[in-house]
């Protein structure tokens, strides 16, 4: 048949990270055929970066699994829905009946955060397992924000966003916004945000040991020795004291507490520890003070090291002290249309109720830190974890010593996957369930709207349509749970059941409509379809506390934290011969799953141990050289970039790199070079709330077959 081909316009969302853009897609004869960023969307007002683009790519890939597979041996065999459940139903129930609830672990990953159906039915799949062996990227990512929201505030998402349209001195501690589009911080066009700061007269100051996309248009950068961070905040609130710069708000306790705990950590002590000269943190923290509305924010790179949790509290206090918390220009909370904290939808958190089995680790929240995963496995005993089940996760690539993770896999009794690849992590499955991918689903961003530097709402119909024979997501976590809890024998008294299975068959948009009209904020499901490009809800409030706050008042001193600074202060320095590894994104890099993007992938290579020209001449090491790059953990060889953008003592190599293993079917992904980075980083090293310290592991570099460092 000829004819002319059909084109036609659909809105959508691109959910890839936490900038959730607004997209126009072209569509010709049903393929997406171009995407652009959407100019009518509020929130990110046509902004698109590269990987937006490539969204069309997953849908596209020859390699994404469109049917469930089940491996035999070597092999993997296309099955029936059906036949898959069972399977996963079968091996699930097996292990929680041979081992208890505990035998099973649930590892959630990043995408689960950018999926409506996840967030409506995954808290649920996961609470029918009723195990304490449940883990998340929120240990190798966020925890600390979230505990010190808890310990604080009350709430472990009640977490003040920067104003950043608004604010007039931005200081940015270990995030590359420019690369990342912002966390913790939903901000789709950073630069153009950026740029309008700059008009204003404002300025951003931005402390990372790289010399970043971020750090070469701030106002200023310095160089920061990775995991001293707690150091130059304590410093500064040091001299909010001692200069008399404080004016915090009336609703909060334990400021004595912290006066007296800052008193030691003097901008002295901060220049031994950082590497940046006293002066200027007196400096800086008179400016921060004297700004007409500043905002501080840690990201990434103050979460994910060894004083990630004293880092965020101290960043808070930053906020507090100065009189930025709730203030316009400074640090706000968001109003969102649905809020998921306020209407007790995210639970409030809880902390240490129980502990992991080998290494006594405390739960937050109900998870544990996934650092201890391997050894719940490996360690035989009463409770040994003896069956995964991954939802959207890639744990082999993204925590820490990887490497032994993945020989652990290899020894489970069962597992399980609901992914789109067959990757590192899930070439270990024994089957693997995928469900839709996103153009194909409905979505309304219930997380990130709560994280956003402006308050709008947008409700984006499906894209494509779903194929026969698919599942989405959360069809999928429902039967999961159906039909696991028929063979684990039904205890539940039936009309608890029966509203179980009208809740988990109720669609995530149903439900969205229903959040909404309970919500109280106006907005509805009507006026969000007739509105797809989004509502404008206007900008952060100011002055919204002590009113909103999930408690009466702030506790600016938790214990827990402020115990946390006896180790701060007897923090070993790096031995001599020793460099620092942290790591890094690309703007063109999706944490461990975009590789197989022939568009992400082309071009110049950029997998390479970045390092100082001067660290390279003294091991006598040649720039472009492959090199080893050794921990206690294990050891990779790469090549290696000479670079003044590193500072001194420091390298850096991005994660979700290193594809290469024996099993793994993403044909472009593994031809791709480099090495994963958490092949060095260590289970061991942690912060006090159990986050994984990526960053500041210490690492020799030397030439190949050579030992010396
Ligand atoms: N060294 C070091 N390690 C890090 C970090 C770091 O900075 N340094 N960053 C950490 C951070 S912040 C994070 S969030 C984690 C992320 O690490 P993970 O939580 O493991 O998430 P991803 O690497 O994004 O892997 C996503 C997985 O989901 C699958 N997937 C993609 N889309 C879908 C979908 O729609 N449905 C389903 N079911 N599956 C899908 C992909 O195939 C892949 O297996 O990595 C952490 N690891
Ligand atoms: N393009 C792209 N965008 C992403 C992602 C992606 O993989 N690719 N992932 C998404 C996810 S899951 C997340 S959580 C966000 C993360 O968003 P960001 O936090 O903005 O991301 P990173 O680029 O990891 O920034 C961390 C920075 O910390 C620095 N750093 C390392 N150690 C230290 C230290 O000890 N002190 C200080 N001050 N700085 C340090 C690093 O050099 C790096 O520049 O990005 C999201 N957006
Ligand atoms: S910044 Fe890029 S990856 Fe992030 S939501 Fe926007 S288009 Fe997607
Ligand atoms: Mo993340």
Redesign the pocket.
């Known amino acids: 048949m000829t004819g002319m081909p059909v084109v036609e316009k659909k809105l959508g969302v691109c959910n890839l990270?936490?900038a959730i853009c607004g997209l126009e897609l072209t569509l010709t004869d049903g393929a997406v055929t171009g995407i652009r960023g959407n100019p009518d969307d509020p929130l990110s007002r046509g902004h698109i970066?590269p990987?937006g683009t490539a969204l069309a790519d997953i849908h596209a890939d020859p390699d994404r699994l469109r049917r469930p597979v089940r491996r035999v041996g070597d092999t993997w065999h296309e099955i029936g829905w059906d036949e898959a459940l069972d399977l996963t139903a079968d091996g699930l129930a097996r292990a929680i009946t041979a081992g208890g609830r505990d035998a099973l672990a649930v590892y959630l990953g990043?995408p689960n955060a950018h999926s409506l159906g996840s967030l409506t039915h995954g808290t649920a799949l996961v609470k029918s397992f009723r195990t304490r062996n449940k883990f998340s990227?929120t240990s190798v990512?966020?925890l600390p924000h979230q505990l010190v929201a808890y310990l604080m505030y009350g709430h472990q998402l009640f977490l003040p966003i920067p104003d950043i349209d608004r604010t007039s001195y931005f200081l940015v501690?270990?995030?590359?916004?420019m690369?990342?589009?912002?966390?913790l911080m939903t901000v789709p066009d950073f630069p153009a945000r950026l740029r309008e700061l700059d008009e204003r007269g404002g300025r951003m100051v931005v402390?990372?040991?790289?010399r970043?996309e971020?750090a070469k248009v701030a106002g200023e950068h310095h160089f920061?020795r990775?995991?001293?961070?707690a150091h130059l905040l304590l410093a500064m609130l040091h001299v909010l004291y001692d200069e008399g710069l404080t004016r915090p708000p009336s609703y909060v306790d334990g400021l004595d507490v912290v006066e007296r705990a800052v008193v030691s950590f003097t901008p002295e002590l901060a220049e031994q520890a950082t590497g940046i000269p006293a002066d200027e943190i007196r400096r800086i923290t008179r400016e921060f003070a004297a700004a007409d509305g500043a905002a501080a924010y840690?990201?990434?790179?103050?979460s994910t090291?060894a004083f990630g949790t004293v880092c965020q509290w101290a960043v808070q206090l930053l906020n507090l002290l100065t009189g930025n918390l709730d203030r316009a220009g400074g640090v706000c909370f968001t109003s969102p249309a649905i809020d998921a904290v306020g209407t007790g939808l995210i639970g409030k958190g809880h902390h240490d109720l129980w502990r992991s089995r080998v290494r006594g680790l405390a739960e937050f929240g109900g998870e544990l830190p996934v650092s201890v995963l391997r050894e719940e496995i490996e360690t035989p005993g009463d409770g040994q974890v003896r069956a995964l089940l991954t939802l959207a996760g890639n744990p082999v690539s993204s925590t820490p010593d990887g490497g032994a993770l993945d020989r652990a896999l290899g020894g489970l009794d069962f597992m399980a996957a609901v992914d789109i690849y067959v990757n590192e992590t899930t070439r270990h499955a024994d089957v693997i369930l995928p469900p839709t991918t996103a153009l194909e689903r409905d979505h309304y961003d219930l997380v990130f709207h709560l994280l956003a530097v402006r308050n709008t709402a947008r409700f984006t119909p499906a894209v494509l349509p779903k194929p026969d024979g698919a599942m989405h997501d959360w069809e999928i976590y429902r039967e999961i749970v159906l039909r696991t809890q028929k063979r684990l024998g039904a205890r539940a008294p039936l009309k608890k059941r029966i509203v179980q299975r009208v809740r988990l068959s109720t669609s995530p948009t149903r439900l969205v409509a229903l959040l909404l009209r309970r919500g109280g904020s106006g907005v509805t499901m009507k006026e969000l379809r007739a509105h797809p490009a989004g509502i404008d809800l206007g900008p952060l409030r100011a002055g919204q506390l002590p009113e909103r706050m999930p408690r009466d008042r702030v506790d600016a001193a938790p214990e827990l934290v402020v115990a946390d600074l006896e180790r701060l202060r007897e923090a070993p320095v790096p031995a001599a011969g020793e460099l620092l590894l942290?790591?890094?994104?690309?703007?063109?890099?999706?944490?461990s799953w975009m590789h197989n993007s022939v568009r992400l992938t082309k071009g110049k290579p950029r997998h390479h141990l970045l390092m100082h020209p001067d660290d390279l001449a003294s091991r006598g090491l040649a720039d472009g050289a492959t090199v080893s790059v050794s921990s206690r953990v294990g050891d990779v060889q790469v090549e290696v970039r000479a670079t003044d953008d590193m500072m001194r003592g420091v390298v850096?190599l991005p994660h979700?790199y290193g594809h290469r293993r024996e099993g793994v079917r993403l044909e472009r992904a593994v031809d791709l070079p480099g090495v994963s980075i958490n092949d060095l980083t260590d289970a061991a090293l942690l912060d006090v709330s159990g986050n994984a310290a990526f960053?500041?592991v210490p690492v020799r570099v030397s030439a190949l077959s050579s030992t010396s460092g």
């Open positions: 990270c936490e970066c990987k990043n990227a990512d966020q501690l270990g995030a590359n916004p690369a990342s589009n912002g966390s402390i990372d040991p790289r970043t971020t920061v990775p995991g001293t961070d840690g990201r990434v790179g103050v090291h942290i790591g890094r994104r690309h703007q063109r890099d999706c944490n850096s979700g960053n500041g």
